[in-house]
C-alpha cells in the first residue's frame, strides 16, 4: 500500500512507477538510443571528410569552422521548424538536426587532432614511401586518435542530451516522458526519465574512453613496472610513435633485406 500511494501522492521518488511503467521506460530508452547512436555516426561520416577539405584548403578553413559554428547556434525550435517542410515530424527531423548540431565539436577536434601531427612524423613517412592515402590512414590518424575521440566523447555526451529536445516532434525518446512528465506535474516521471538521460551520458562516455585506451596503448600514461618489462612498455609508449615507430622498424627490415 506505502508504494502504491506513491503514485497517488505524486512523490518524486516512487517504485511503483518503476514497476507499473517498464515497458514505456524500456521503449523510450531504446528510442533515446539508436536516436544518439545514429546522429553522432552520421555526423562522423560527414565532419570527417569536411575536415579533410578544410586542412586542403587553408582558405576555406574558415568558412567551414565558421558555418558549424552558425548552425550550432540555432535554436533547437528554429533548426525543427527549418527541417520540418523537408522531413516532416519524423524521426529523420530530429537526427538531421543533431547531426548538425555535432558537426562544430567533430569538425573542430578531427582538424586540431591532423594538424597536430608532427611534421617530422609525416617526412618520415614520406621518406619510406607513404602516399596520401597510406599517410593518412596509417600515421596521421593514428597520431590524431586522442583529439578525435575527445571530441567523439563530448559530441556523444551532447547528443544525450539534446535528444530529449526531440520530445518538441514526439521523437524525442526519454525527452518525451520529461515533457509529458512537466505538463502533467508526474515528478516520479520527470525524475526517473532525467536520471536514466544522465546514466545514458556516463555509460556512452565511459565506454568511448574504453574504446580510445583500446586504440591508443602508446597513450596511456606510464607504469610502474619491473626493469625486464619497462623495455618493452617503452617501446609501446614511444612518444607519439606508435604507428611511425612499426613503420620505421619495417622499413629497416626492408634495407637490411635489400642489403643482404
Known sequence: MAAQGCLAANDWICGEYLRSRGQELTDA????IWITVASVLIGLAVAFPLALFARAKPAFAGAVLGLTTLLYTIPSLAMFSLLLPVFGLSSALVVTGLVLYSLTILVRNILAGL???PAEAREAARGMGYGPGRLLWEVELPLALPAVMAGLRIATVSTVALTTVGALVGKGGLGNLIDDGVQTTFKAQVLTAS????VLAVVADLLLL???RLLTPWARPPRRQSSGKARRGDRI?????????DATRRADAEMAEGVA
Request: hydrophobic letters at 45%; aromatic letters at 0%; charged letters at 20%.
Open 29 to 32: 530508452t531504446v528510442e533515446h
Open 115 to 117: 594538424e597536430a601531427v
Open 195 to 198: 536520471v536514466l538521460c544522465v
Open 210 to 212: 574504453a574504446v580510445q
Open 237 to 245: 609508449r614511444t612518444a607519439r610513435g606508435g604507428p611511425v615507430e
